[in-house]
């Protein structure tokens, strides 16, 4: 049954809807994946008993004719999202043991579709985290390794959707973007994954690590999967403040073919210095791609870009040094004993979380501490203004833009571990669309010389995610990206 | 009356400034559904986002925002259409989040006005510098268990106003009746409770000492004081202690300080130094609170007649001096039984009914006016059977104790009793002939109206032998007719 997992999930479910097979065997080839994909270290917890009893109910659902547009398929979860009754640790120590008794409202839409859950899967600590090293669970591998065989991680922070993703592990996985944290991992790994507008999918239950600037989306193996499950994804939630009420469009119908006319902005301000060739390249041909689908290509300036990172860098911690504030022992989770309050508070959270969210809790708490709010967090808000600015002013002139991911394909493991700058400049690209609020996606786009994985990003108005797709589903049938990752895991198992 | 305290150097002046949380009356909390009764079992009133449990989101409650509108529209104050809540972030075991959503630059009420009703009728304005909207913390008990402290969050999420004053008061007097006319209008409008003891209302008191016309002095703040006696014997010990420190040489320091209740003290809790840093940011999970000029007008629109207004029309609708007219707008439910009583009837006489017999009677019997035996609909038909001469003033004293300890109605009491007064004629003067016959002695001492006094000795002694059903206004006549 091995085809089963080389099914897009567009044709999984018209493979269901044709009687061809049932979700319950779908499932159980995942689950079968799932067991054999573990040198991976992709999931946090596996739920195969619970994935059954959902294919099931799903195929009764279809038998009954109320099959719902994601009806038997077999995701996997980014352990950010809070699942009812099943563990979620944000991939945390801080969070050991806790079941929450609510379900986020993002996977309650998923499974009011009737999609299926194969289990949770790793992410960077609290979603910080370019390479799923800072889990607590520990890295997550690149299902993807260098033609000479080395190893290399997978992004992040949801790092263990992706390689779940491209290893057919799942037919596609959750994501959450703070600031590059589906696209990159999409890139990464050879797979579509766009973050739709802030405010588009609802946070409510998501394990916030930036309110301002996290938000939920999908990682599938191509843009017509993914438009079919941000379909599922998005929507209007009350419980959710920032939450906006406009109607869901089927994303799919979008992806005509069709891009006739539309003009694709160029920022100048991307072609950065030491960008590898290849990107460049890929870049390059990309926009040749859009010319020859008769796009108009148009130059444009996104002046404040090289703010974004910094500014990126003082808003998010800020947020999730206050977000954070609540992993104090005294609720759920985690809690070492101490001869006092502030004792229990410190050894709690000392054990509990790991160097790189010790470090943004401190950069966070820092730059909102009396005396120093004005210089940073106060300026930092007001370059994002800037930053949203000339996106507003950009897409005066253009439908869409075209830029890379990533500034580079996937790295080696511990390659920047010990250097956190060098590890946040991956973000340089995606930082910018996350600052502004608007929709980015990530589609694969070619190879780079080590064999690996590169995608091309693309940026859209707020809410024109049909855009945006519309624009992925052209690079990918120009790149015609039919690579897949050699199956070293299975041996490894 | 001088306000000012004299120290060994000379006369000193007092600055007071309070902040009030008032709790909003409503019946869930300010960003969650969950419920805000007082009293309920521990912990059976926590929503999930009350608890911060992971990825779980504040919603306003927009009917909190009402009530903060409404008392900043009662307070005569800037109603700001656009405001931020933001995070005050600290930890503490009963502060779930880690942070308190609060409001900070931007609060939804600017600035206002309070009017002071104070000794002798004479009146005080005193500023209002804002009011916002913020989250109250859980409670920790820390008498439940030897070595840990146990935390109820029922409290987490009440939706409180902070409302902070200028430092406008100069007297203990002052902060008091500014306490008791802020929870008179909050009572009125419906907004809190107004209840210190429950802790629905609490004050931060902010005390500093000048010499007078002099600049300000550093002030010290004493957090938490749930009474308005203690708000007052805090100010007048801070005040001494400051004058004291300054006098001998030293400096006060900016600082939180604690009213010690049990010894009539102030202690020092935490220095500037120790301060928090409450890091305020705007809180991102909660959008800009926008109003619209037309809600707020409805909400105008519908407030109720406030104190000071009613407590104009009461004196000059019914002639109450300011004295009566304050205490009967004191209290929104007492202003009610009032208009009750005096509606048709002479003012005079329902306000001193009210605030004689009957507010001694609810004190002895420690009862609100709400609970009190004697409606005003039965006080009222009390003073009709005066003024229509079925009893006399005295006789109502005694009719108005049955009711107190009945409830019953007075007409029914004093058919029951057979207290009706007496003004045949011949019955009374039957009485004042037999009086004047045994007692020649006080005769001789009125000598034909030279010594007037001895009336009075006359009139009780007819009284006495009636039983105080004579009309007295006829006893008198009689008397003196005969007395020559």
């Not at chain 1, 916030?208 to 939920?216: G, K, N, P, R, Y």
């Not at chain 1, 050894?347 to 501490?369: C, D, H, K």
């Not at chain 2, 006098?247 to 809790?269: F, N, P």
């Not at chain 2, 007496?422 to 045994?438: K, P, S, Y």
Request: charged content about 25%.
């Amino acid at each position: 049954m091995s085809e089963l997992t080389d099914l897009t999930i567009a044709g999984a479910l018209s493979g269901l809807d044709k009687g061809e097979f049932t979700s319950r065997e779908l499932t159980q080839a995942y689950i079968a994946e799932v067991e054999n994909g573990r040198a991976l270290n992709a999931f946090t917890t596996e739920t195969p008993d619970k994935a059954l009893e959902m294919a099931d109910a799903a195929d009764a659902a279809r038998r009954s004719g109320d099959a719902g547009p994601l009806n038997g398929i077999p995701l996997a979860i980014k352990d950010l999202f809070c699942t009812k009754g099943v563990l979620t640790t944000a991939s945390s120590h801080i969070l050991d043991g806790f079941k929450p008794p609510y379900e986020s409202s993002v996977t309650a839409n998923l499974w009011r579709d009737g999609a299926v859950m194969l289990g949770k899967v790793s992410l960077d600590e609290f979603a910080m985290g370019s390479s799923n090293e800072t889990s607590f669970y520990g890295p997550v591998q690149n299902p993807w390794r260098t033609t000479d065989g080395k190893a290399r991680v997978p992004g992040g922070s949801s790092g263990g959707s992706a390689a779940a993703v491209a290893a057919r592990l799942a037919m596609g996985a959750t994501g959450t973007d703070t600031g590059g944290s589906i696209r990159q991992p999409a890139s990464f790994c050879g797979l579509a994954g766009i973050k739709p507008t802030y405010g588009r999918c609802s946070r409510w239950g998501i394990i916030a690590f930036a309110s301002s600037l996290d938000q939920a989306g999908p990682i599938t193996r191509n843009v017509e999967d993914a438009a079919i499950m941000l379909r599922s994804m998005a929507g209007y939630d009350p419980k959710d403040s920032t939450s906006i009420n406009t109607p869901v469009p089927d994303y799919r119908k979008a992806l005509t073919g069709d891009i006739r006319g539309l003009k694709i902005g160029i920022p100048q301000e991307y072609r950065m210095d030491g960008t590898p060739p290849d990107v460049l390249a890929l870049w390059d041909r990309g926009i040749q791609w859009m010319k020859d689908a008769g796009a108009q290509i148009v130059d444009i300036s996104l002046p404040h870009t090289k703010y974004a990172l910094a500014t990126y860098y003082i808003v998010a911690p800020a947020e999730a040094s206050s977000n954070l504030a609540r992993y104090d022992g005294v609720r759920y989770g985690l809690r070492e004993q101490g001869g006092n309050l502030i004792e229990m508070y410190e050894n709690t959270r000392g054990a509990g979380f790991g160097e790189e969210v010790q470090r943004r809790i401190l950069i966070g708490t820092y730059v909102l501490s009396a005396g120093y709010y004005d210089a940073y967090y106060l300026k930092a808000q007001k370059v994002r203004t800037l930053i949203a600015q000339d996106f507003e002013q950009a897409f005066g002139r253009v439908d869409a833009i075209l830029t890379p991911t990533a500034p580079c394909s996937a790295f080696s493991p511990g390659e920047k571990s010990d250097d956190p700058i060098s590890m946040y400049l991956n973000d340089v690209f995606t930082v910018p669309a996350s600052l502004a609020g608007i929709p980015g996606m990530s589609v694969p786009a070619g190879i780079c010389g080590a064999g690996l994985p590169l995608g091309l990003q693309i940026l859209g108005r707020p809410f024109e995610e049909e855009t945006v797709l519309k624009v992925g589903h052209v690079i990918e049938q120009a790149a015609a990206f039919g690579a897949r990752p050699r199956i070293w895991w299975k041996e490894a198992a | 009356m001088s306000k000012l305290i004299s120290g060994a150097t000379g006369e000193w002046e007092v600055v007071i400034g309070l902040e009030v949380h008032a709790q909003v009356t409503s019946n869930s909390k300010l960003f969650s559904g969950a419920a805000t009764e007082f009293g309920a079992e521990p912990n059976t009133q926590v929503s999930l986002v009350d608890a911060a449990m992971p990825g779980m989101l504040p919603v306003i409650n927009a009917y909190c925002v009402e009530q903060a509108v409404r008392t900043g529209l009662a307070l005569d104050a800037q109603i700001n259409l656009y405001s931020i809540f933001d995070r005050k972030n600290y930890f503490y075991a009963d502060l779930p989040q880690g942070y308190q959503i609060s409001q900070y630059k931007q609060p939804v009420v600017g600035e206002g006005i309070i009017t002071l009703d104070l000794k002798d009728g004479e009146t005080k304005e005193v500023g209002i510098e804002r009011l916002h909207l913020e989250q109250d913390a859980g409670k920790s008990m820390h008498d439940q268990h030897p070595t840990m402290t146990y935390v109820d969050l029922n409290r987490s999420g009440v939706a409180l106003m902070e409302i902070v004053s200028k430092p406008d008061m100069r007297s203990s007097e002052e902060a008091g009746a500014y306490l008791k006319k802020l929870r008179t209008i909050l009572r009125y409008i419906g907004t809190c409770d107004g209840n210190m003891e429950q802790g629905s209302m609490r004050a931060d008191v902010n005390v500093s000492v000048r010499k007078p016309g002099g600049p300000l002095g550093t002030r010290c703040e004493i957090k938490n004081v749930n009474s308005v006696r203690f708000v007052q014997q805090a100010i007048e010990y801070e005040a001494r202690r400051q004058i004291d420190v300054i006098e001998d040489g030293g400096k006060i320091v900016q600082e939180t300080r604690l009213y010690d209740v049990a010894q009539g003290v102030t202690r020092s809790m935490r220095s500037k130094e120790e301060a928090h840093d409450y890091r305020y940011f705007p809180d991102p999970d909660l959008l800009p609170l926008e109003l619209d000029p037309a809600w707020v007008d409805e909400i105008k629109a519908g407030l109720p007649e406030l104190p000071d207004e009613k407590k104009n029309r009461l004196m000059r609708d019914f002639g109450l001096s300011v004295y009566d007219a304050g205490v009967m707008v004191s209290e929104p439910e007492i202003g009610v039984y009032f208009e009750e009583v005096a509606k048709g009837r002479d003012p005079k006489q329902a306000s001193n009914w009210v605030t004689g017999s009957l507010f001694a009677a609810l004190n002895a019997k420690g009862v609100s006016i709400t609970e009190s035996p004697v409606t005003a609909a039965n006080l009222g038909k009390l003073i009709d059977l005066i003024a229509d001469n079925t009893i006399s003033g005295r006789i109502a004293k005694d009719v108005f104790e049955i009711m107190v300890e009945t409830g019953g109605d007075p007409a029914a009491i004093v058919e029951e009793k057979g207290l009706k007064q007496i003004t045949d004629t011949g019955f009374i003067e039957g009485i004042v002939d037999r009086i004047i016959a045994e007692n020649p002695g006080q005769v001789a001492q009125y000598d034909g109206g030279a010594n007037p006094k001895v009336i009075g000795w006359f009139v009780g002694q007819v009284m006495k032998q009636s039983q105080g059903k004579a009309n007295p206004a006829q006893v008198n006549e009689l008397l003196k007719k005969k007395l020559g």
